[in-house]
């Protein structure tokens, strides 16, 4: 894997982390990380590579950081067990009813 794919792939997996957080605690889905973006661009530009493109240490210790806080999160957060399927088929036809009548 080249330098620069490892970085994008490190930096997606970080970014996945706070998502998943955030749904969890917030109830949200936030996909522009402003809060992290400096993080998240440092990670990408390969700054938690070595010069031998291996994943740093810092890089484990902010990833387990971040794991025990998705941990913390989901077993901590207000949602459901089990989503409500009902609720999600009556939305999914809701939206192809008006797909249909948009042609």
């Known amino acids: 894997m080249t330098r620069k794919a490892l970085a994008k792939h490190q ?9 998943g957080i955030d749904i969890l605690e917030k109830e949200d889905v936030i996909v522009y990380r402003e ?8 990670i990408r530009n390969g700054n938690f590579l070595d010069d031998n493109n ?14 025990k806080c998705f941990d913390y999160a989901k077993k901590n957060t207000s949602l459901p067990e ?11 036809k809701e939206i192809n009813a008006k797909v249909i009548v948009e042609k």
Not at 11 to 19: D, E, G, K, P
Not at 54 to 62: A, I, N, V
Not at 82 to 92: N, V
């Open 54 to 67: 291996q994943t740093t240490q810092e890089f484990f210790e902010l990833v387990n950081e971040l794991d």
């Open 82 to 92: 089990t989503p409500d399927y009902k609720a999600i088929e009556d939305f999914r």
């Open 35 to 42: 809060k992290e973006h400096d993080l998240l661009r440092s």
């Open 11 to 19: 930096s997606t997996i970080v970014m996945l982390y706070y998502i």
